[in-house]
């Protein structure tokens, strides 16, 4: 004895319907990717500063807690070397293949490399007498002017160091340069 199934009794996707949501997943991806490309270059630029103004803090830090002169050496790439300038010894240190990929970074004054902090946390002459990092610009260089997310760090003659956005304008908004 045969059993009929009834098409109402049976459940499940077909094979057209099936096809037809990947069709709409697939034209739904393609229409967000340039829009997470643009997120995920962003993500990098922000990841470089924040690694960038944590080792300036850093090298302020240890130079009140050690009561030492401290240097930050940024080096290509967005690497960096926190150094107690007396024993030469490294205290931190971040490679620079480290999520930097189309990350520029622009340095000023032109070609200073070192900043030294000394023990009260101020900014002082470098040992080699040469000028101090005063400010730190990251900008994309994969990304248009308009779809990049530009952000600078400065370094203030007392030490400060902050990260601000250089195209806020409104003098209102904390992140203003």
């Known amino acids: 004895m045969l059993t009929q199934f009834r098409r109402s009794n049976l459940s499940g996707v077909t094979l057209i319907e099936l096809m037809i949501a990947i069709a709409l997943m697939a034209i739904l991806m393609l229409l967000a990717m340039p829009s997470y490309s643009v997120w995920l270059q962003n993500s990098r ?3 470089v500063s924040e690694s960038v103004l944590n080792g300036l803090q850093r090298a302020r ?3 009140v807690a050690r009561n030492k002169n401290v240097a930050f050496v940024l080096g290509t790439n967005s690497g960096w070397t926190v150094t107690d300038i007396g024993s030469g010894a490294a205290i931190d240190s971040k490679s620079s293949g480290e999520g930097s990929q189309g990350v520029s970074v622009s340095i ?3 070609n200073a490399t070192t900043i030294t902090f000394g023990s009260l946390g101020t900014v002082l002459s470098n040992a080699n007498g040469s000028a101090a990092i005063t400010q730190v610009d990251f900008d994309s260089s994969v990304l248009s002017a308009a779809n990049s997310r ?10 400060s160091v902050r990260m601000c956005d250089p195209n806020v304008s409104s003098a209102t908004d904390p992140r203003l340069c």
């Open 150 to 159: 530009k952000l600078r760090i400065t370094v203030g003659v007392g030490g």
């Open 61 to 63: 830090a240890e130079a």
């Open 45 to 47: 630029i922000r990841s």
């Open 108 to 110: 000023l004054p032109a």
